[in-house]
């Protein structure tokens, strides 16, 4: 499987911007499909935002504010978070699967075989 390290979480202020980083390895490619999900304690863990050879994908809550995008050349993830609310604190996570371009089902968890370990957003008004 592909090891994936997040970084870049924190604490903000509500209308705050953030960039979270989700570094890849451990594959000599890295067009595979890839996304971020967040979840808090006591609730199931929630797509964010994906990114395939057909493009970025986005939930409905995020769309507007979020933006997924990829490095080839580090081999890196990347969540750009805008216009911050209470609502979007969370644990965030990367997801994999290097043996696909494109997963359909992208925003069910099940659908992801590689996961980090979470980097913690926490926004506050």
């Known amino acids: 499987q592909v090891q994936l390290v997040e970084s870049g979480g924190g604490s903000v202020q509500v209308g705050g911007t953030l960039r979270l980083s989700c570094a890849a390895s451990?594959?000599?490619?890295?067009?595979?499909?890839m996304a971020w999900f967040r979840q808090v304690p006591g609730k199931k863990r929630e797509a964010v935002a994906g990114?395939?050879?057909?493009?970025?994908t986005y939930a409905d809550s995020v769309k507007g504010r979020f933006t997924i995008s990829k490095d080839s050349a580090k081999n890196t993830l990347y969540l750009e978070m805008n216009s911050l609310a209470p609502g979007d604190t969370a644990m965030y996570y990367c997801?994999?699967?290097?043996?696909?371009?494109?997963?359909?089902?992208?925003?069910?968890?099940?659908?992801?075989?590689?996961w980090g370990q979470g980097t913690q957003v926490t926004v506050s008004s």
């Open positions: 990114i395939s050879s057909s493009g970025p």
């Open positions: 997801a994999a699967d290097k043996d696909r371009w494109v997963v359909p089902l992208w925003f069910s968890p099940d659908q992801w075989p590689s």
């Open positions: 451990g594959h000599p490619y890295f067009n595979y499909a």
